[in-house]
């Protein structure tokens, strides 16, 4: 019997769960909401979109529901919004809603992996590893993917080739300091060598993507929930499969004390072990740089028991 909980279902938990049902990932998928009518909502129409292709149980439900979980995704908190123009004006009033889930799944049973996307997600995700006290490789946020997954379209528009002939990865902070890999790009399998000014454009137009997006329809939704249910089910699958993500790092690429995205072999335990690629000097200080600005963040907040 396989749990899966989604703690926050708007538009992004949503459809996150609709497509962790959709792939048949969880026998219970629990969804809670301090608006209870909505994740009673949201569980009805799920089940009833896949009530020709799923036996996924959908229901909504409180903290007590959630024991004995596989994953615990947790997109509860404020969505960032058109006129923020950084995901880190959204650190206080998320600071406080991450305190409290934290402080109700800290007791749960169950070795659960709990995966992180409330934004500023680096910082978010190392809250709710401090709060909780669970093991660091059981605590993952959500954002890696997803910087890639971006990065691999615009390449394959430069490139003009189909995005499933590009392999890219962006590493590092979920933010202004995104490491994009550049010297791993494969195009075709065959790597490539960019001149400094086209790196430098291709960095814009990344850095540009969400915001398009959300000055468009209001919010990222469809990109971040496919992404995330590609974290889930390599939990629940066991499928030790490379994954960016957000990680707690203790010493890796000579870091320590914060979450910061890095590539991880994600199974049943979370990030279960941290690929340490080889940087180039100009990546590693991307990489540093974004490491400096989370550690600062962290040090802001102060006190962190619950």
């Known amino acids: 019997m396989v749990k899966v909980a989604v703690v926050g279902v708007g538009n992004l938990g949503s459809c996150i769960a609709y497509e962790v049902a959709r792939r048949g990932l969880a026998d219970e998928l629990v969804l809670v909401d301090i608006r209870k009518e909505l994740a009673e909502g949201n569980a009805g129409d799920i089940e009833q979109a896949l009530a020709f292709k799923s036996n996924t149980e959908v229901y909504a439900g409180d903290y007590v529901d959630l024991e004995d979980s596989k994953v615990i995704v947790v997109t509860a908190g404020k969505p960032r919004t058109p006129e923020m123009k950084s995901r880190m004006e959204l650190l206080e009033a998320n600071k406080r809603i991450i ?63 189909p995005v499933l002939e ?69 939990v629940v699958k066991d499928e030790k499969r ?16 914060l979450s910061i995205g890095v590539p991880a072999l994600i199974g049943r335990r979370g990030a279960e072990e941290i690929i340490e690629w080889t940087l180039t000097d100009e990546e590693a200080q991307t990489l540093k740089r974004g490491a400096e600005r989370l550690r600062s963040t962290i040090s802001s907040l102060g006190s962190l028991e619950l």
């Open 242 to 257: 490379l994954l960016v993500c957000s990680a707690i790092l203790n010493g890796e690429y000579g870091l320590k004390g």
């Open 166 to 234: 590009v392999d890219a990865y962006v590493i590092g902070e979920h933010g202004e300091n995104m490491l994009p890999v550049f010297s791993r790009v494969r195009i075709k399998g065959e790597s490539v060598t960019l001149k400094p000014e086209e790196r430098s454009k291709i960095l814009k137009e990344l850095r540009e993507t969400a915001l398009s997006v959300i000055s468009k329809k209001g919010a990222t939704i469809y990109a971040p929930a496919n992404n995330t249910a590609d974290l889930v089910e390599a």
């Open 99 to 161: 305190r409290d889930v934290a402080s109700k799944i800290k007791g749960l049973t169950g070795d659960f992996v709990v995966i992180t996307l409330t934004n500023p997600v680096d910082v978010m995700n190392y809250l709710v590893w401090r709060y909780t006290g669970l093991e660091r490789e059981r605590v993952i946020g959500s954002a890696g993917q997803l910087d890639s997954a971006r990065f691999r379209k615009v390449l394959s528009r430069r490139f003009k080739v």
